[in-house]
């Protein structure tokens, strides 16, 4: 059991590694706009993950046509996730809109465990989120200070961030809530994903030109949809089997971190002194998570890991039912 869960933890940080190259990676295709990079990213992986799961998905269709509000949700979500988080990363910065898509998306899984399967968010969980959300509103402040002449571009992808984490946490939740009603993992993130790409193909051929117009910019789109999606929600989808949602989604939280200094590092974007204290904060978000006692009734157990440097917590949720 144990073991079962830090290979889950794992897979769903090595998932978190690759997509904070994504936003990193687009800038190498600048001439592509963030729709377009977002339907060949997330459109031509969800069409992937469909077509290895054939055997899957043909074995499940009984179970998946019973589940078909759940799966349609969850490509609805997938299809708005991209379009969201890259459109984000456009207009307010790779790191800033990173770190708003990323930070928000435990923040919106554990409501929506909430209000939908009424599991109780704990007093550290609550904690965590206003630390978070501290640490978040001095990055978007320090980016506002950085450029006041572009303070509606970013409020505007800040807003688009918010919608990516609420989308993200969303098809995750879906994905998840499908495994467990006993649809395998094959079936449940192909029908979710596939069905998701499906609904981007039209975006990727009213807005893909520029992406086939060089060598460069097709060796991005190839990139982003068979390393950081393909491969990528292959073991998240792995991770998901074996954790919650709101787990898996808080693993993830080293991706800002990742985006962030790969922002820096690569792309020479410029974090202000406070910037860098809302990093911090956020990575004090995460620690809080980590030290919180548990008990049976305890929402989380937690596990401390530092794959970058950054504190990122990841949180199991202490149910006697997980596997």
């Known amino acids: 059991m144990r073991r079962e869960r830090l290979i889950a933890i794992a897979a769903i940080t090595i998932t978190s590694i ?82 708003v898509s990323l930070a928000s998306a435990p923040l919106a899984s554990g409501v929506l465990e909430w209000f939908v399967q009424r599991t109780p968010l704990s007093r550290w969980w609550m904690l965590a989120a206003g630390l978070g959300v501290t640490g978040s509103t001095l990055l978007c402040l320090s980016k506002m200070a950085h450029d006041p002449g572009d303070v509606g571009s970013t409020l505007a992808g800040i807003g688009l961030g918010l919608v990516a984490g609420a989308t993200y946490a969303t098809y995750s939740w879906c994905a998840q809530r499908l495994m467990s009603r006993g649809i395998s993992r094959a ?18 051929l009213l807005t893909g030109a520029p992406l086939i117009a060089s060598s460069q910019a ?8 068979l390393i950081p999606m393909f491969l990528g929600y292959l073991l998240f989808g792995y991770g998901l089997e074996r954790v919650t949602a709101s787990t898996a989604t808080t693993i993830t939280l080293s991706e800002p971190a990742i985006a962030a200094v790969l922002a820096v590092a690569i792309v020479g974007e410029r974090l202000s002194t406070v910037g860098w204290v809302g990093l911090g904060i956020i990575a004090v978000a ?20 530092d794959p970058v440097g950054v504190a990122t917590i990841v949180t199991i949720q202490a149910r006697g039912h997980n596997r």
């Not at 589940?67 to 991209?82: D, K, Q, S």
């Open 187 to 204: 079936a449940s993130m192909g029908a979710v994903f596939g069905a998701g790409g499906l609904l981007l193909v039209p975006v990727l």
């Open 286 to 305: 995460l620690a809080v998570l980590a030290i919180a006692p548990t008990n049976n009734t305890a929402r989380f157990l937690t596990l401390l890991t």
């Open 18 to 99: 690759l997509w904070g190259t994504s936003g990193t990676a687009a800038t190498f295709a600048p001439d592509a706009g963030p729709l377009a990079i977002g339907a060949a990213a997330l459109g031509i992986g969800g069409l992937l993950q469909a077509l290895i799961a054939i055997p899957a998905l043909r074995a499940g269709r009984g179970q998946l046509r019973a589940n078909l509000p759940l799966t349609g949700l969850g490509a609805v979500a997938v299809a708005i996730y991209p379009l969201a988080f890259y459109s984000s990363m456009h207009l307010a910065g790779v790191a800033l809109g990173t770190v």
């Open 218 to 225: 097709f060796a991005v789109a190839a990139y982003m949809a």
